[in-house]
T-cell receptor, first 110, second 112 residues
Framework: AQSVTQLDSQVPVFEEAPVELRCNYSSSVSVYLFWYVQYPNQGLQLLLKYLSGSTLVKGINGFEAEFNKSQTSFHLRKPSVHISDTAEYFCGTSYGKLTFGQGTILTVHP | DVKVTQSSRYLVKRTGEKVFLECVQDMDHENMFWYRQDPGLGLRLIYFSYDVKMKEKGDIPEGYSVSREKKERFSLILESASTNQTSMYLC???????????FGSGTRLTVV
């Protein structure tokens, strides 16, 4: 079985500050790892994914994530956030089916 | 781009009604999924399907059933709607496990 824990339910941050959204996973097998973003009143959009190879993965909108196998983590980072990054972010693992964490609401303040 | 279309954006139904939520994808994806989204709980998998006429239970299948008669269409059925099924329902499809999922815009269902 696989599970995902997002360690922060809400992250407030000021515009142009760096941000990290934390995600830990557990699985007895190798899985694929994903980050999705959901803007208000919309479906989910894929930000980035880790399948294998380089542990640093770059995605859309300036986001990146680092896969750390020893710590079973896949934290999402952005060096400088914008107001438009305000959204809910979901971490997920996939082994036949995609399992999500509880979500982290990122709020960027001016 | 792959498009996943959910037939209704908002639905209001009465307790005990039979409810159909429809989902259509246009990219010949093998795999289709139904999730419900609730605040603080994230997305939870209800049912999924890897092929026509095939279905598998997800994590919370109770009170739901599904139908996949054609590859592009995956329907979620609430046999007798209850107020605790008030939620946002999201449909998704994928080609393979490592491809990533494409999501519809969601159906916000309210059961009164």
């Amino acid at each position: 079985a696989q599970s995902v824990t997002q360690l922060d339910s809400q992250v407030p941050v000021f515009e142009e500050a760096p941000v990290e959204l934390r995600c830990n996973y557990s699985s007895s097998v190798s899985v694929y790892l994903f980050w999705y973003v959901q803007y208000p009143n919309q479906g989910l959009q894929l930000l980035l994914k880790y399948l294998s190879g380089s542990t640093l993965v770059k995605g859309i909108n300036g986001f990146e994530a680092e896969f750390n196998k020893s710590q079973t983590s896949f934290h999402l980072r952005k060096p400088s956030v914008h107001i438009s990054d305000t959204a809910e972010y979901f971490c997920g693992t996939s082994y036949g089916k995609l399992t999500f964490g509880q979500g982290t609401i990122l709020t960027v303040h001016p | 781009d792959v498009k996943v279309t959910q037939s209704s954006r908002y639905l209001v139904k009465r307790t005990g009604e039979k409810v159909f939520l429809e989902c259509v994808q246009d990219m010949d994806h093998e795999n289709m999924f139904w999730y419900r989204q609730d605040p603080g709980l994230g997305l939870r998998l209800i049912y999924f399907s890897y092929d026509v006429k095939m279905k598998e239970k997800g994590d919370i299948p109770e009170g739901y059933s599904v139908s996949r008669e054609k590859k592009e269409r995956f329907s979620l059925i609430l046999e007798s709607a209850s107020t605790n099924q008030t939620s946002m329902y999201l449909c998704a499809s994928s080609f393979t496990d490592n491809y990533g999922y494409t999501f519809g815009s969601g159906t916000r269902l309210t059961v009164v």
